[in-house]
Nanobody, 121 residues
Framework: QVQLVESGGGLVQPGGSLRLSCAAS????????MGWYRQAPGKERELVAK???????TYADSVKGRFTIARDIAKNTVYLQMNSLKPEDTAVYYC???????????????WGQGTQVTVSS
């Protein structure tokens, strides 16, 4: 299984920046996708940005041009650099990984505990 540990959330003023980190550990065989989701109060969890195989990235339209996802494969770590933050970015941000435990075993989704990002004056 995979354990995901997130860090970097906090309170920031509009226009400010934050960088989130997520480190994966555990007994997994392979991780083939990692990314970030967020959930605001009363709303559904939504994709923010993710890596899939071969390094392809995808972003939500609402964050494109402001957020950048990066990874360190050797460290099994993914980052989310958030610039020009807006109040509507306020949410709990969750790290997600898709992984299997051994060859030919099914892929499963794993989630971090979440880290709060609050953008407010």
């Amino acid at each position: 299984q995979v354990q995901l540990v997130e860090s970097g959330g906090g309170l920031v003023q509009p226009g400010g920046s934050l960088r989130l980190s997520c480190a994966a550990s555990g007994s997994f065989f392979s991780i083939n996708a990692m990314g970030w989701y967020r959930q605001a109060p009363g709303k559904e969890r939504e994709l923010v940005a993710k890596f899939i195989t071969r390094g392809t990235t995808t972003y939500a339209d609402s964050v494109k041009g402001r957020f950048t996802i990066a990874r360190d494969i050797a460290k099994n770590t993914v980052y989310l650099q958030m610039n020009s933050l807006k109040p509507e970015d306020t949410a709990v941000y969750y790290c997600n990984a898709v992984a299997n435990m051994a060859p030919y075993r099914p892929m499963n989704n794993y989630w971090g505990q979440g880290t709060q990002v609050t953008v407010s004056s």
